[in-house]
């Protein structure tokens, strides 16, 4: 792996961990075992670096979605296999917890990702919903667009509710009561 690499992977670690306040230069040095002149001569600075590292991770997490929802099956069988892959619930979504920093949702820059992976994220699904509704696997009387807002807030939510259980239960069952709410209008 080369500097810039390390570097940006050594921040996303750090920011799914400690959030962008607790992510400090000094932190991102030592975690990647860069210098400050190699990271200084990389990246403008923190926020450069955030942003690089924000983009990797936002990138990745649409890569992760599309694989489950661009695979064969009916619309409810794409999306349940997305709900249901394997994820790291207790540490939170590594993109949906940025939203809880004031340092990135107060940074358009910081933002953007964020905002665009979750747009492209309620798109996809819509997508998928509406194909579904057009091969007539998904009553013809819900709006596609609503039910992908209700599938991302509801994964969002779960997350939340698991951490602060301390226990993948609660996002478990949020996910079970959409995917019932979701095959019973199928």
Known sequence: MDTPD????STRALLWERGYVGTSPKAIQQRSGVGQGSMYHH????????????RRTAAEMRAAAEE????????VERITRYL??????????????LTQDPEIVTSPALR???????????????????GGQARGEIAPGL??????????????????????????APF???????????SHHS
């Open 84 to 97: 249901r892959r394997e994820r790291e619930v207790l540490r939170g979504c590594p993109v949906g917890g």
């Open 6 to 9: 390390r570097l940006i992977e």
């Open 68 to 75: 489950q929802l661009a695979g064969p099956g009916t619309a």
């Open 43 to 54: 990246f403008s600075g923190k926020p450069d670096l955030a942003l690089a590292a924000v």
């Open 172 to 182: 478990d069952q949020a996910v079970s009561g959409v995917l019932a709410l979701l």
């Open 143 to 168: 709006d596609p667009d609503d039910i992908a807002a209700t599938v991302v807030a509801v994964l969002q939510g779960g997350y939340v509710l698991a951490r602060a259980a301390g226990s993948a």
């Open 112 to 130: 953007a990702p964020v905002d665009e992976t979750f747009e492209w994220l309620r798109g996809r699904i819509a997508d998928v919903l509406a």
